[in-house]
């Protein structure tokens, strides 16, 4: 028998899921302009913007596959 999820582990889930794009892109982002400014160069922070959000999007539908997997298990 599979417990129910309390409100706060599922309000921490989704949280969760609602900050892995932004913190993605603003890490990608900072990464790419600190190598800018160290450089002098315009292309580092948007290569590493690109894989911020490429990770981001990468994390959050793999985050959202297992979530996925588990309703339909419980289901």
């Known amino acids: 028998m599979k417990r129910e999820r309390s ?44 894989v911020g959000v490429i990770a981001g999007m990468r994390d959050l539908i793999r985050k959202l596959n297992k979530e996925f997997e588990r309703d339909k298990d419980a289901g």
Not at 11 to 17: E, F, K, R, T
Not at 30 to 48: E, N, P, Q, S, Y
Request: net charge neutral.
């Open 7 to 50: 409100v706060g582990r599922m309000i921490s889930d989704y949280m969760n899921l609602a900050l892995i794009l932004p913190v993605s892109v603003v890490v990608g982002y900072g990464i790419g302009a600190a190598l800018d400014h160290v450089f002098g160069t315009k292309f580092w922070g948007v290569f590493w913007l690109i």
